[in-house]
């Protein structure tokens, strides 16, 4: 059996998430209290069920810091458990609030929305530390469901790299391991002929390729990653998320991530994410 767990910060876009594995023939559980995962999973397995899909958070209550140990036994009985942590920042999340005016799962009446996302971050801090983690903050619903289909259908059976580029005046990604900052590079953007093209655009490829700091860089960074992979590999990590930022996420950073993930795909299972690129 195939199992994926869906959890994160409410507002996050978990639904959107389970619906995207409901459309990939999962069978999905919402809101499932997370001491019932065992007893659904044998449920499930003996009925037949090769893929499923449950939606586990905070509303499980102090319940949830067992979730981890849940993951680690079912582990140990051979299902192929996956967990797919929404986070966003606080900003994102209370503007969702607010225009769904929906009431937070731990409103109670006494504590703000602000209040209620740092209380939830408190609750699910251990289960963010085993999982892949997707920010969506500035995600629209079709590029988290695509992101969140790939995942899902990439074989786990040892670590992938994700490479992801972004635009800093977007923000950092919450859901990077390793950032690079490469903003410091001749810009592509100031020459009017490759302004509205992007760093997968041929123009832009041999723009970047002729200047010695930016291949002195990519170097450097493919230099870094080689030397410390095989320290991650041996944390048994299953995702590295390398995100390489520029100013506004369409040139310089997409060229990176192009490059690292051509470079690394010769010996490594690889993603490849360009953040800004798929809000267009």
Request: net charge negative.
């Amino acid at each position: 059996m195939q199992l994926i767990i869906v959890t994160g910060l409410s507002g996050s876009g978990k639904s959107v998430a389970l619906k995207a594995l409901e459309d990939s023939a999962y069978y999905t559980s919402d809101n499932l209290p997370a001491l019932l995962l065992p007893s659904l999973v044998d449920f499930l397995r003996d009925a037949g069920y090769a893929h499923v899909a449950v939606s586990i958070d905070a509303r499980s209550g102090d319940t949830l810091g067992q979730l981890p140990g849940l993951v680690a036994d079912l582990k140990s009985r051979s299902v192929d458990v996956r967990v797919l942590f929404l986070d966003a920042k606080t900003d994102t999340l209370l503007k969702r609030f607010s225009e769904t005016r929906r009431r937070h799962p731990l409103g109670d009446g006494s504590l703000t929305v602000a209040e209620c996302v740092t209380r939830e971050r408190e609750l699910l801090a251990d289960i963010g530390e085993i999982a892949h983690r997707i920010d969506t903050s500035d995600l629209n619903p079709n590029a988290l469901r695509a992101w969140v289909k790939d995942i899902v259908e990439f074989d786990q059976s040892g670590m992938t790299l994700l490479f992801q580029s972004f635009g800093f005046k977007h923000g950092v990604p919450l859901d990077a391991d390793l950032v690079f900052d490469v903003r410091c590079l001749p810009n592509p953007f100031y020459d009017p002929r490759l302004r509205p093209l992007t760093g997968k655009d041929a123009a832009v490829v041999e723009f970047l390729a002729a200047v010695p700091d930016v291949q002195a860089m990519l170097s450097d960074i493919k230099t870094f990653l080689a030397r410390w992979l095989p320290s991650f590999v041996a944390d048994n990590r299953s995702y590295v998320t390398v995100a390489v930022g520029c100013t506004g996420g369409a040139h310089r950073s997409v060229y990176f991530v192009e490059e690292l993930a051509l470079h690394f795909g010769r010996e490594r299972r690889v993603l490849v994410r360009h953040r800004e690129l798929s809000q267009a």
